[in-house]
C-alpha cells in the first residue's frame, strides 16, 4: 500500500502541467474517439481582484486546454489516474465587465469554461452587513403548516401585502427573511414538481423589489428533524439510498425555485435550509456519530450551491446563505463552506437565541409557560437567567462568529433572534435594553442580524411581533424598539459605543425604589 501511494505521487507530479497561459495548448495523441469527460463547473466569476479558483475535470486522458485572453492563467494537475484540477487565475481587472472562454478538450470532445469577471470590487464583509442592515423574519407566515401542507395562513396570520413591506422600509429595516415551507407543494418523484406556490413566493419577492428591500428565501420546515417530511435527516443519515433519494430533490427544488428567479436581481438571497438536525437539536447521534451527519450536511449545501449555479443567469453570482447543525451558533465550527464557482458570494447565516429563557419562553416548575423578566448587569437576582448569557456572553459569541467567519472576509448575519413582547415598564425597559445591545454588539462584530417575529401581537410567553401584519403599524412601543435597533446597526459614531449602552441599561430594582 504504501509503494503504490508513493508511485501515484510520483505519477501525479509527472503528469502534472505547470503554469500555461490561457493561449497553450497541451499535446494529447493518447485521446480516444470516445471517453468518459465531464467538467464540474461551465461558469466561473471574479469580483475585480485579482484572484484564483479550481474545479475538477473528468478524463480518462490528460485534457487539452486553450483560451485567447492573457488576463487568464491555467493550471492543470493531475489527482489521480482519470481526475484533474484546474486553477483558474484572473489579473486584476481595470477596465469594463469582461468574458473570457477556456475550450478544454479530452479527444474528440470539447467543452467550454466560460470565466466571467466584474469590474466591481468584491464586497467586504462589513460593507455586506452595511447593506444587509437590520433584518426582519416573517415568521409563522410562508412557513406554516397544518397536516403536511404549508399554507400562509395556518397560523392565523394574515397573507402578506405590498403596504406592510412599505412600511417595514419606512421603519428602517433592510432586508427581510421571509421563511417557506414547500410541504404538501411539491409532486412525485422524479421531477418533483413545484406548484402554485413557486408563483406566490414570486409575488413577495416582487413586494420586497418594490419596497426597495433586500429578501432571502429558504427550504424552512420541510427540513424540521424527526417530523418525517421529505428533507427528514435522520433516515436520509442512516440510509446511503435515503440520502441519494433526498439529494435528488433537493436538487430539483432548488433547480426550479432558481429558474424562477433567474432574472431576479442581487436583492434576492438563497438560503438553502433552516435548521437541519436529526430531531434532537444538536444532543443526538451528531455527538457520537464521528462527524458524520455533519459531513452529510456539508454534502447538502454542495448540492445546494451546484443546483443554483448551475441555472446561470443572475444566479451565477447570487449571493448564497448557508448555515450549520442546528442552524444555531452553538456547532457552526463543523461548518465546511461549500465550493463555489462564484467568489466571495457565500453568506453563513447563525441563529441567537441566548439567553433562551429571557429573550423566549419556558416552562417553570408549575407547568407556567413563562419567562424572566429581567437581563444583564442591572438585573434583580431571581429574576434574570443567571447560568446563561450575560452582555459578556453576547460578546463572545459575536466575537467567535467574526474570528471564523468575518475576519476572512466571509459575511455573517444572524438569521433569526428575538426577544418577546413584555408589560410596559421595568420588564420592557430590559427588553429594549437586550435588543439594542444585542443588535450593536453583533454589528461591531460585522454581523447582521434578523429579528424572528412570530406575528403574535399579545403581551408575554410566545407574543414576539414588532409588526402587526394586517396595517403594518407597531405592536404596542414597539417603535421606539425597533428604532433603537436600526441606530445598532448603522450609528458607527465615536460616542455610540457598547459602553455607553450598558451605562444606561436600566436601574437596579434598589435604585428604582429611592
Request: overall charge negative; proline content about 4%; some cysteine.
Amino acid at each position: 500500500m504504501k509503494t503504490n501511494y508513493i508511485l501515484q505521487i510520483l505519477l501525479s507530479l509527472l503528469l502534472s502541467v505547470g503554469f500555461i497561459s490561457c493561449s497553450d495548448d497541451t499535446d494529447n495523441n493518447l485521446a480516444p474517439d470516445k471517453i468518459n469527460f465531464v467538467i464540474e463547473n461551465d461558469v466561473l466569476s471574479f469580483q475585480k481582484e485579482s484572484n484564483t479558483n479550481s474545479f475538477r475535470i473528468k478524463s480518462e486522458v490528460q485534457p487539452q486546454i486553450s483560451c485567447p485572453e492573457d488576463w487568464v492563467e491555467l493550471n492543470l494537475e493531475r489527482l489521480t489516474a482519470s481526475i484533474y484540477r484546474l486553477d483558474v487565475k484572473v489579473a486584476a481587472n481595470t477596465g469594463d465587465d469582461r468574458t473570457a472562454s477556456v475550450t478544454i478538450t479530452s479527444g474528440t470532445e470539447s467543452k467550454t469554461l466560460t470565466i466571467n469577471q466584474s469590474s466591481q470590487p468584491q464586497a467586504s464583509a462589513y460593507e455586506v452587513a452595511s447593506w444587509l442592515g437590520l433584518g426582519w423574519n416573517a415568521g409563522n407566515q410562508m412557513d406554516s403548516y397544518k397536516n403536511g401542507v404549508a399554507s400562509e395562513t395556518s397560523d392565523g396570520n394574515p397573507m402578506l401585502t405590498q403596504e406592510l413591506f412599505y412600511k417595514i422600509k419606512a421603519a428602517g429595516i433592510k432586508t427581510v427573511r421571509i421563511p417557506v415551507t414547500w410541504i404538501g407543494h411539491i409532486g412525485p418523484a422524479p421531477d418533483y414538481i413545484i406548484d402554485d406556490r413557486l408563483e406566490r413566493v414570486a409575488e413577495i419577492v416582487g413586494y420586497a423589489e418594490k419596497a426597495g428591500l433586500n429578501i432571502i428565501i429558504n427550504l424552512h420546515h420541510d427540513g424540521s428533524g424527526g417530523y418525517g417530511f421529505w428533507l427528514d435527516f435522520k433516515p436520509a443519515a442512516a440510509n446511503v439510498a435515503k440520502n441519494l433519494e433526498v439529494e435528488d430533490q433537493i436538487r430539483k427544488v432548488w433547480t426550479q425555485i432558481a429558474k424562477r428567479f433567474v432574472d431576479t436581481g442581487d436583492f434576492l438571497i438563497f438560503e438553502a435550509f433552516n435548521e437541519i438536525h436529526d430531531g434532537d437539536w444538536g444532543w443526538g447521534a451528531n455527538l457520537t456519530d464521528n462527524g458524520h451527519q455533519y459531513n452529510l450536511l456539508n454534502e447538502w449545501l454542495q448540492v445546494f450551491v451546484d443546483a443554483v449555479r448551475s441555472t446561470g443567469g443572475k444566479n451565477a453570482t447570487r449571493y448564497l446563505g448557508v448555515a450549520g447543525y442546528a442552524g444555531g451558533w452553538e456547532l457552526i465550527e463543523h461548518l465546511k463552506l461549500p465550493k463555489d464557482p462564484a467568489i466571495g458570494r457565500l453568506l453563513v447565516s447563525a441563529h441567537c437565541y441566548s439567553p433562551g429563557k429571557f429573550c423566549m419562553e419556558f416552562y417553570d416548575e408549575g407547568g407556567n409557560y413563562t419567562y424572566f423578566p429581567e437581563w444583564g448587569h442591572t438585573a434583580t437576582e431571581g429574576k434574570y437567567p443567571a447560568d446563561d448569557v450575560d452582555e459578556k456572553g453576547l460578546e463572545n459569541i459575536f466575537r467567535g462568529l467574526k474570528e471564523r467567519f468575518t475576519d476572512k472576509n466571509i459575511p455573517v448575519y444572524i438569521g433569526e433572534f428575538t426577544c418577546t413582547n413584555r408589560p410596559a415598564g421595568r420588564e420592557s425597559a430590559f427588553r429594549d435594553y437586550y435588543l439594542e445591545y444585542f443588535c450593536k454588539a453583533a454589528h461591531d462584530c460585522g454581523l447582521s442580524p434578523v429579528f424572528w417575529d412570530n406575528g403574535g401581537k399579545g403581551i408575554g410567553a410566545g407574543q414576539g411581533a414588532i409588526f402587526d401584519r394586517q396595517t403594518g403599524d407597531y405592536i404596542h412601543y414597539n417603535e421606539a424598539s425597533v428604532a433603537a435597533m436600526v441606530r445598532a446597526v448603522s450609528d458607527d459614531s465615536p460616542e455610540y459605543t457598547l459602553k455607553s449602552i450598558y451605562d444606561r441599561a436600566p436601574a437596579p430594582e434598589e435604585d428604582d425604589k429611592q
